[in-house]
């Protein structure tokens, strides 16, 4: 089974120019979590995707991030203008409901993006 | 809100001893998750081990093992018999019963010396 898949591995750009991350999640899963780790700090939550519904997006930084999840499989994540705080990397990470336990499965991470905003 | 404290940014040890790396959280949930991932220099991260709240037991995969102390708010892992590959950035994590977000620590990076 494959596992989580993230596109690019590396991505270096200007600041103001816009940048589209990609996530596969592990086919099946319908919950799938967008994450952030700027360096030398923790991993920050950022939004999390029921199916094709944004069921918590508390952790997005500001109006330049956008975040779709269209069909309820892949998502994408843009940051458009870009600016040097966004530097970081972007983990993608999905995860599957336990029938009629009402909570969910482990989370499986992608390899992350790691984004250089110059 | 919850949060989780590692205090040890870097630990180090040699191959085939046993090293514990510490975790503290605190919630006002009663149920809840506790999970241990590993990020080797390759970045992708991948789960150690799983705890769950309402377990008294302690989980433990193979080498790994936690020591869960649900009062304490703390949540060790145990790593014995070190090895070379074991070398990685390790995080604490916190997930609500209900599911959703990961609440993460600052991480800890170890190393294991041959």
């Known amino acids: 089974e494959a596992g989580v898949t993230q596109f690019p591995s590396h991505s270096v750009i200007e600041k103001g120019q816009t940048v589209t991350l990609r996530c596969d999640p592990i086919s099946g899963h319908d919950n799938l979590y967008w994450y952030r780790r700027v360096m030398g700090k923790e991993i920050k939550f950022l939004l999390h995707f029921v199916k094709e519904s944004k069921q918590d997006e508390s952790g997005m930084p500001n109006n330049r991030f956008l975040a779709e999840r269209t069909g309820g499989t892949y998502s994408t994540l843009k940051v458009q203008p870009a600016e040097l705080e966004d530097s970081g990397v972007y983990f993608c990470?999905?995860?599957?409901?336990?029938?009629?336990?009402?909570?969910?499965?482990?989370?499986?991470f992608g390899p992350g993006t790691r984004l250089t905003v110059l | 809100a919850q949060t989780v404290t590692q205090s040890q940014p870097e630990m180090s040890v040699q191959e085939a001893e046993t090293v514990t790396l510490s975790c503290t959280y605190d919630?006002?949930?009663?149920?809840?998750?506790l999970f241990w991932y590993k990020q080797p220099p390759s970045r992708q991260m991948i789960l150690v081990i799983r705890?769950?709240?309402?377990?008294?037991q302690n989980a433990t995969e193979n080498r790994f093992s936690v020591n869960f102390q649900k009062a304490a708010k703390s949540f060790s892992l145990k790593i014995s018999d070190s090895q070379l590959g074991d070398t990685a950035m390790y995080f604490c994590a916190f997930m609500k019963h209900g599911g959703g977000k990961l609440t993460f620590g600052q991480g800890t990076i170890l190393t294991v010396h041959p």
């Open positions: 919630t006002s949930e009663s149920n809840y998750y």
């Open positions: 705890q769950e709240a309402y377990k008294q």
């Open positions: 990470a999905s995860s599957q409901d336990l029938p009629g336990q009402g909570a969910q499965d482990t989370q499986y």
